[in-house]
């Protein structure tokens, strides 16, 4: 077993990777969607070795009065990135670096708090894939991080770095930068994410709150381009995640055959049979919505262009969730954190639970469900023989009072013990 101290990890019982053993009072199968009482779970190296019924041998790690899960996987981030009044500012005042610095306890925050991966939406200057490579070589603490890179958006889109910049400034970014125009555009700019050791695609289908523009809902792709984007990804193994707020561009984003709708806030009920007809699934970042509504109060926190959006999303997007899990849309967990501070990324959990969902199946959001739309389910998601060792346990039972979701007291991730 190894237990991470600081910045070094220690090696105990005088050899990397022994085995540990671990009795959990109550632990969640994420296969078969039940919880388990009395379990024994035995790590070798990395990995799960078994999974077995009462208390076998002696305990290692003694989780019997715990809330045994699998890691949580967080589907919607900005890992190098949080939220704040001068954060327009700061894209003209602070360096890639200052970034990356930044973006440390970021990574360290959202461990802590439970979610040993993470999909990171949206990330300029290869910040996150440095930041992947940094915690998977041990540098730095975080969680596992795929990530999309740059996302790709159209010519004052909501993924136009240069919106809201003069134009002495602005220049005409293109497919390298993330803007497209046409097909031909489309593929450049998959290709180019493919180069820049992306893990998926992240397209802004519809306006965004947050960005320098009036609407935050107008559909920004032609449902050709959506189709090139999904085509050119397929050639390259990856899956497509869409940023989409208003109606029609989730319908042409879903009917194009993106694999998910991030926010979906304005989603309307034809456009979640479509969902469920063609298998898309639903990242609903509520908490983000909320805490952009509450900001919006605040003088200042946001320009005039952005506040009035901000102000409006919460209670919508907080509806649109109970209306897709009722109607039966797929739906994995996530919170769009870098928006809302890193670390409070289980507040979702909390909303998801107000919206409808039993706890047990918002875990499940964040397990199961997230590492079946990450394409990981054969290495994480559940606590199972073979897979990644990524265990984390909260001292009461969060079905009981889902404030103990902010609860967590247990972290391993791989197998190494983070937190104890």
Do not use: C
Request: proline share 4%; charged share 20%.
């Amino acid at each position: 077993m190894r237990i991470w101290w600081g910045v070094t990890a220690l090696v105990l019982s005088g050899a990397a990777w022994a085995e540990t053993t671990i009795h959990a009072g109550r632990m969640v199968d994420a296969a078969a969607g039940a919880v388990r009482e009395a379990v024994t779970v035995v790590v070798d190296g990395e990995r799960i070795k078994a999974v077995e019924d009462g208390y076998q041998g002696r305990a290692d790690i003694d989780l019997k009065d715990a809330f045994v899960m699998p890691g949580w996987i967080d589907m919607h981030v900005h890992i190098a990135s949080q939220r704040n009044p001068a954060s327009f500012v700061e894209r003209f005042t602070l360096e890639p670096a200052d970034q990356a610095l930044r973006a440390v306890p970021y990574a360290e925050r959202t461990l802590m708090a439970g979610f040993t991966t993470v999909r990171d939406t949206g990330t300029s200057h290869g910040l996150a894939q440095s930041l992947r490579r940094a915690v998977a070589e041990g540098h730095i603490v975080g969680p596992r991080i795929f990530t999309s890179g740059k996302g790709i958006g159209t010519t004052g889109g909501h993924a136009d770095p240069t919106n809201g910049v003069s134009e002495a400034l602005r220049g005409d970014p293109g497919p390298v930068d993330g803007v497209v125009n046409g097909t031909v555009d489309a593929y450049k700019a998959v290709r180019a994410r493919y180069k820049a050791g992306a893990d998926l695609i992240k397209i802004t289908a519809t306006g965004g709150v947050l960005s320098e523009a009036k609407s935050g809902q107008n559909p920004q792709f032609t449902e050709e381009e959506i189709a090139a984007i999904v085509a050119a990804a397929k050639d390259y193994g990856f899956r497509v995640a869409a940023h989409a707020h208003g109606t029609e561009g989730m319908r042409r984003a879903v009917a194009a055959g993106v694999d998910s709708i991030e926010h979906g806030t304005y989603m309307s009920d034809e456009v979640m049979a479509l969902m469920k007809e063609k298998g898309t699934w639903y990242v609903p970042t509520i908490v983000a919505g909320m805490f952009v509504m509450e900001k919006a109060e605040i003088e200042g926190y946001f320009s005039e262009a952005v506040r009035p959006k901000a102000a409006a999303i919460g209670p919508v997007i907080a509806n649109t969730f109970s209306r897709a899990y009722r109607a039966g849309v797929k739906i994995a967990f996530g919170t769009d954190t870098g928006v809302p501070p890193h670390g409070e990324n289980w507040k979702e959990f909390v909303y998801m639970v107000e919206g409808g969902m039993p706890a047990i199946e918002a875990i499940l959001s964040a397990t199961r469900s997230a590492a079946l739309l990450l394409d990981q389910w054969d290495a994480l998601g559940s606590i199972e023989a073979g897979k990644l060792a990524d265990i984390i346990a909260t001292p009461s039972d969060p079905r009981e009072d889902v404030q103990a979701f902010g609860q967590v007291h247990f972290v391993m991730k791989g197998g190494t013990v983070y937190k104890q």
